[in-house]
């Protein structure tokens, strides 16, 4: 299957999720949109050498998850194919921070691997929230709580429309590739030379197509304006949930249960 | 009774590219008739039907909906009367899910929220589409889609349904529904297409196309029994007059391909 | 290159959420403006075009490496800057919900990075000089080439300064600047060449398309004052980078000297911007606190890549016991509620 096979069906694949039904499916799509930016900037403003202190925070990844009844495997592939990137540059800095931070025994732990570790436990952290966002609330619903968060009309409809033609034009654009690849002894990638033509004629049947959607609309009586009616109502257990959510967010940051854990333990150890 | 006449009159098009496509092309349908617009690929069906709601406006010539002029000014009133049925429903539906599709037309047409969800309802009833109100259209087969586009021209309630390919792609048994589907309506329905077994079905009246010209234009048998006429217009009789015993006697096969 | 997440501050992500959405109210208003309703279908669906044709790999001769098109420069040729801003901003969004590309924080770094570059500096400012409303296929490749390493260049220039502004990731600004630079600017020629390749054979087909869209807006008088507020915006980042440079250079690279060295001390106190970072990031963070025991040696307190001093045993075995028991927590409570959900929602 063909890269833009694998990637549609993980789109579907994803929005499909969100329409099973769950309790965290009744929360307003706001509050959860709301939280989850919450949780990123939470993760992200811890200092460059925490570990201990974010573990509190995969309650939320971890509770979200199994309330929703989303398989955390289907996360953590995403996350995980995401990560690479990050941890290519979260890899030098081994190499540029090596003084020794941490002493176990004879063993010396560079700041540099501190940071990467954290860095890499921060990436797991925030990306997850990303993919649980859409799995847990769906794209269509995303999109309705950004419209009602202010966001400009024009740039929701254009998430909306963009979504909608995602698949027809991959699947248009995989077809084609398929075609070319039968005529070319099986070879899955372009020459240079042939790209141009190849995405020109895409383009050209895509500009087509939006001629032909532009006189649908305009034939049900568009006139610029996209109208919607869609109320979304916030009520008490959704501001329950943001607050609740929010509050511990910032107990995590303000105090380091693990490690006060860890010493309570310790010190009750004979 | 007059706003339900759609009347076409002496309507030229030509193409950017300067390609002629229609030449004067001329006809007058009145209330609750069920015509059928046939030709060949390249004879201007598409782009005749395009004049019947103002998204091309003719080089000369005038469409006229209801006895007024369709012109930029009165498009709205023209979109309101004239529901319009595109060939391929992903151009059609373009918003997430059926429901918002087929309220599109109704809020643009400022009606009021609380008459939107009834008439949406009920459209979507109509086609038999009722379940699929919250599924988005990447999620419908091509029969669902079908009936969807259906329902999202019919909430607006148009006097006039104009049709492109309705039962292209379709299977069978989808096409049947289809059929059926569309025999209920009391609309004006103007229906161009190349299954001409359907429009044996559904119209009772046939306009041929040809080159951007009207080449015929009568009682649906009268036609379909004049096969030189057809093939003028470079068609063939419809298949259940082909294997027909009685009409086949009357009409030569098609030249089998060299 | 989209940065991500981890890699960025609070202070950093919130600013370039702010800068990109100003941007993007501001194209949204000048599109309501222009009352052109094809454009809201058309950007859409170029939006799904430059998405899907994304992920059709090309060969690059020479290097036997896959390449693909960013579709920036050609979005901007088609739309005008505006709808394409946009429209890329569309895109990099589904990208961050559904492939965690980068990440919900740093989308606003992304948009701005991949959006703001190409469509309101390197269109403008050079594609439209250089090869105009009807370009012949010469221009037409200069033109996009040279926009298109322009807006790649001035792109990956914003990722090492957002990177290194934020000290999350240890790489020395010059470091990654050199590791960045060069690449990109391979990536935009070939970007360039791709770009031509495509509007040439729209041109071809359909020229009409191309002169429609470069009839369609006059970008001689772009709202100059707008104009000049960002090449503002860009100056004053700039100086800012090389008087970063200039002021704590000689520190920059003692500093890089002593960790390649292992050597913990640091002479000299934390000054000048990156101090001044820092204390913007102790006001603006969620909570500063970087969680280890400070000495009384306040020298250490003021550079916020300053070595940590040596933790002590003990500490740091508390940490990780209690991290593995809040953990394990964290699990056992996610066991819990999944057995708390009725059987009938299971699956």
Redesign the interface.
């Known amino acids: 299957m063909s890269?833009?096979e694998t990637?549609l069906l993980?789109?579907?694949g994803?929005?499909?999720l969100s329409v099973?039904?769950?309790p965290l499916r009744r929360i307003d799509p706001r509050a959860k949109t709301l939280t989850?930016?919450a949780f990123?900037?939470?993760?992200?403003?811890?200092?460059?050498?925490?570990?201990?202190?974010l573990?509190?925070l995969?309650?939320y990844p971890?509770?979200l998850?199994?309330?929703d009844?989303l398989p955390p495997r289907i996360v953590l592939s995403?996350?995980l194919?995401?990560l690479p990137?990050?941890a290519l540059?979260?890899a030098?800095?081994p190499?540029?921070?090596?003084?020794?931070?941490?002493?176990?025994?004879p063993l010396d732990i560079s700041?540099?691997w501190i940071?990467f570790a954290?860095?890499?436990l921060?990436?797991l952290l925030?990306?997850?929230?990303?993919?649980i966002?859409?799995a847990t609330t769906g794209?269509?619903a995303?999109?309705v709580a950004l419209d009602r968060l202010r966001?400009?009309?024009?740039?929701v409809?254009?998430?909306?429309?963009?979504?909608?033609?995602?698949?027809?034009?991959?699947e248009?654009?995989a077809r084609m590739?398929r075609a070319w690849s039968l005529r070319s002894a099986g070879r899955?990638?372009?020459?240079?030379?042939?790209?141009?033509?190849?995405?020109?004629?895409?383009?050209?049947r895509?500009?087509d197509?939006?001629?032909?959607?532009?006189?649908?609309?305009?034939?049900?009586?568009?006139?610029?304006r996209?109208?919607?009616?869609r109320v979304l109502r916030f009520r008490a257990v959704d501001a329950v949930f943001v607050l609740a959510w929010v509050a511990l967010f910032?107990a995590a940051?303000?105090y380091?249960?693990?490690?006060?854990?860890?010493?309570a333990?310790?010190r009750s150890l004979p | 009774m007059s706003h339900h006449l759609v009347e076409a009159v002496d309507l030229h098009y030509a193409y950017p590219d300067g390609t002629a496509a229609l030449r004067g092309v001329s006809f007058c349908i009145t209330h609750g008739e069920s015509v059928g617009l046939i030709g060949e690929n390249g004879s201007g069906k598409s782009t005749l039907l395009l004049h019947l709601n103002g998204c091309l406006l003719p080089s000369k010539g005038q469409a006229r909906i209801g006895g007024r002029p369709v012109t930029k000014e009165t498009l709205r009133d023209v979109r309101r009367a004239v529901g319009m049925i595109f060939q391929d429903p992903d151009d059609q539906l373009f918003m997430p899910t059926a429901f918002e599709e087929v309220a599109f037309g109704p809020r643009n047409l400022g009606t009021p929220p609380d008459e939107i969800d009834a008439l949406a309802t009920r459209a979507l009833a109509t086609v038999g589409a009722a379940h699929l109100r919250d599924r988005p259209p990447y999620r419908l087969s091509g029969g669902e889609k079908r009936a969807v586009a259906i329902a999202s021209v019919l909430s607006m309630a148009p006097d006039i349904l104009v049709m492109d390919e309705p039962t292209s792609n379709l299977d069978p048994r989808t096409r049947r529904q289809i059929i059926e589907l569309l025999k209920t309506f009391p609309h004006t329905k103007i229906i161009a297409t190349h299954d001409l077994d359907l429009v044996m079905d559904l119209c009772r009246r046939v306009i041929v196309l040809h080159a951007g010209r009207v080449t015929a234009d009568g009682p649906t048998e009268d036609i379909f029994r004049h096969p030189d006429l057809l093939a003028e217009a470079h068609l063939e009789p419809p298949l259940r007059m082909q294997a027909c015993p009685v009409c086949a006697a009357v009409i030569p096969p098609p030249a089998p391909c060299q | 290159m989209h940065m991500a997440d981890a890699l960025i501050s609070p202070a950093v992500g919130a600013t370039m959420w702010a800068a990109s959405g100003a941007v993007t109210a501001y194209s949204a208003r000048r599109i309501n403006r222009q009352m052109d309703d094809r454009k809201i279908p058309l950007m859409g669906i170029l939006g799904a075009f430059v998405f899907s044709a994304q992920m059709i790999n090309f060969a690059i001769p020479l290097t036997g490496s896959s390449g693909h098109l960013g579709g920036g420069m050609l979005l901007a040729i088609l739309l005008g800057p505006h709808a394409a801003f946009l429209t890329i901003a569309s895109v990099l969004t589904i990208q961050a919900l559904f492939f965690a590309d980068g990440g919900l924080l740093a989308l606003g770094c992304n948009v701005f990075n991949l959006g703001f570059f190409p469509c309101f500096v390197a269109y403008p400012l050079i594609y439209r000089p250089l090869a105009g409303r009807r370009p012949t296929p010469g221009r037409l490749l200069l033109g996009a080439t040279v926009a298109s390493v322009a807006g790649l260049q001035l792109g990956a220039l914003a990722v090492v300064i957002e990177t290194v502004s934020s000290g999350i990731s240890e790489l020395p600004f010059k470091t990654f600047a050199l590791l960045m630079l060069p690449i990109h600017l391979a990536i935009g020629i070939v970007e360039g060449i791709v770009t031509a390749a495509v509007v040439g054979y729209v041109w071809k087909i359909r020229p009409e398309i191309v002169e429609a869209a470069g009839a369609s807006r006059r970008v001689g008088p772009l709202p100059m004052a707008r104009l000049l507020a960002s090449l503002a915006v860009a100056a004053a980042l700039t100086a800012g980078v090389l008087s970063w440079f200039a002021s704590s250079s000689p520190d920059g690279l003692e500093w890089a000297m002593i960790r390649a060295s292992g050597r913990e001390e640091l002479s000299g106190p934390g000054q000048g911007i990156h101090a001044r970072l820092e204390r913007l990031q102790q006001r603006t963070a969620f909570l500063p606190d970087y969680d280890f025991p400070k000495p009384a040696a306040e020298e250490f307190a003021a550079d916020s890549e300053g070595a940590a001093p040596v933790v002590q045993v003990g500490t740091s075995v508390a940490g990780l016991v209690g991290a593995a028991l809040t953990l394990a927590l964290a699990l056992a409570i996610g066991l819990a509620l999944r057995a708390m959900r009725p059987r009938a929602l299971a699956g």
């Open positions: 890269h833009i990637a993980d789109i579907r994803l929005d499909a099973r039904d769950s989850a930016l990123i900037v939470a993760v992200v403003s811890f200092g460059k050498y925490e570990i201990a202190g573990i509190p995969v309650v971890i509770a998850m199994a309330v009844g995403k996350v194919l995401a990137f990050v540059i979260g030098f800095n190499v540029f921070d090596r003084a020794a931070m941490v002493r176990i025994g700041g540099g940071s954290s860095i890499l921060k990436s925030t990306l997850s929230a990303a993919v966002l859409i794209f269509s995303v999109c966001v400009p009309r024009v740039f409809v254009q998430l909306l429309l963009l979504y909608r033609y995602l698949f027809v034009l991959a248009e654009a590739l899955r990638r372009l020459p240079l030379g042939a790209f141009g033509p190849f995405a020109g004629q895409l383009l050209l895509s500009m197509r939006a001629d032909r959607i532009h006189a649908a609309m305009l034939s049900r009586g568009f006139d610029g996209m109208r919607t009616d910032v940051r303000l380091n249960a693990p490690r006060a854990l860890g010493e333990v310790m």
